[in-house]
């Protein structure tokens, strides 16, 4: 979802909330900042932003029982999946040992219009935070405004992988900034394969959110949800029943098309806690079959950008940067790309080595912003056209190259004849091995 430009232009990283309960909270990084929930349960803060209405114990009330708010939270699980990972995780905690809890999505994720305690997915770690006291909890929002999967997958290692490893659990949320194309479709599936892959065996729950439009890609992503087993809970579910069956509206749950406010958020939250105690009962833990190797599962769309890196002055040297500077950020969310004002056009080359190819782009409606051409071998691979109606000073990722095994290329990106006196900023690479 669309941000204001002016918190991406002050430089405010937003791509990962880092903190952790039952332990010291780190240091800032470049991936985010740290949160101060420095005891084994919640903050003061913290409490005050989850009190209200208890999360409603279902396990045992028959379904003429169930209040109207019970009523909607089971109507959002589409699966409990399999819930042995799960298990698992809790086991640990309960144990009194380390957790990584993480989340990766767009804004909705992100707890855009909200303080960041009001955020759903805060308010699932406090609820871990409560329920184990004697564990360290450590907690990753991976949440970015305006990205699809297709920049999930490109930024996974940096915001969800890199701030304490391995996560333990974690919770995909895009159906509303993915686009129903293969594209998305096979970003979707690399990602949550990557994250079964990992050597934590994560729990992976999936979530789906919707706008008032009713737009959103539960259909897609639950098909790769159910091909795995896994876990699914549906806002777009739940607030639909509600809306219909007169319960709610949608101004009870959002104060705009998409994102919710802080009441929105509590039932969001509560509906993942009823999981939770689902979990907690045993009762489904034979809903699916358990995945063990998911390199012997055939993926449904494709998996071609499973194992996605990112590239940017960091870790990747160009074989020459042409007008191309690195003196500034960018985007707070991306600060270590290359740029270019005008000049004479010699463009910016690398030599890389991958199988796919990415560029992450900065996008805004602005003439200023010109259109550049990418080069792969020589060949002309992809147009990209930075100044965009849609743009708001936001990161858009572009597929560019696939090709049918990994190989050394030469990829070059230079204006358009015509646009040499234009801006371009390149916020990073994405490259498969």
Not at 72 to 96: P, Q, Y
Request: net charge negative; glycine share 10%.
């Amino acid at each position: 979802m669309k941000k204001i430009t002016a918190r991406i232009a002050a430089g405010i990283i937003i791509s990962a909330l880092l903190c952790s309960c039952g332990g010291t909270p780190p240091a800032q990084t470049a991936a985010g900042t740290a949160a101060d929930t420095t005891n084994s349960a919640v903050t003061a803060e913290s409490e005050a932003a989850t009190s209200g209405t208890e999360a409603p114990n279902m396990t045992e009330a028959p379904a003429e029982e169930l209040s109207d708010r019970e009523k909607i939270i089971k109507r959002s699980l589409v699966s409990v999946g399999n819930t042995e990972r799960f298990r698992r995780v809790f086991a640990k905690a309960a144990a009194g040992e380390e957790i990584t809890v993480a989340y990766i999505g767009g804004s909705i994720t992100e707890g855009y219009t909200l303080k960041p305690e009001e955020c759903w997915a805060k308010l699932t770690y406090d609820y871990l935070c409560e329920k184990y006291p004697a564990a360290k909890i450590n907690y990753v929002n991976g949440g970015m405004s305006g990205t699809p999967s297709s920049l999930g997958v490109v930024r996974v290692e940096r915001d969800i992988l890199a701030p304490f490893g391995d996560p333990d659990i974690v919770f995909v949320e895009f159906a509303v900034n993915d686009s129903k194309d293969q594209l998305c479709r096979e970003s979707y599936e690399s990602l949550v394969r990557r994250f079964l892959a990992l050597d934590s065996a994560p729990a992976v729950g999936l979530l789906f959110m919707c706008t008032d439009n009713g737009y959103n890609c539960q259909e897609q992503q639950s098909a790769i949800g159910a091909h795995y087993g896994l876990p699914m809970i549906s806002l777009n579910d739940g607030l639909t029943y509600a809306i219909d069956e007169g319960l709610m509206t949608w101004a009870d749950y959002s104060n705009d098309g998409a994102h919710p406010n802080p009441e929105g958020a509590k039932l969001v939250a509560e509906m993942i806690e009823y999981f939770y105690r689902l979990v907690d009962s045993g009762e489904n833990d034979a809903a699916a079959p358990a995945i063990t190797d998911v390199s012997a599962v055939e993926p449904l769309y494709g998996d071609s950008y499973v194992n996605m890196h990112l590239l940017d002055t960091t870790n990747v040297t160009p074989v020459s940067v042409g007008e191309y500077l690195t003196d500034r950020e960018m985007l707070g969310t991306f600060p270590n790309g290359w740029y270019r004002k005008g000049g004479e056009n010699e463009g910016i080359s690398f030599d890389l080595k991958f199988g796919s190819l990415f560029l992450v782009y900065h996008c805004n409606k602005n003439k200023k912003f010109g259109t550049a051409e990418i080069f792969v071998d020589g060949e002309s691979a992809a147009e990209i056209v930075s100044n965009s109606n849609e743009g708001w000073n936001n990161p858009m990722p572009r597929f560019i190259k696939k090709f049918d095994s990994v190989g050394e290329h030469r990829v070059e990106v230079k204006m358009k004849e015509g646009e040499e006196g234009n801006y371009f900023g390149i916020l990073c690479l994405g490259i498969t091995d």
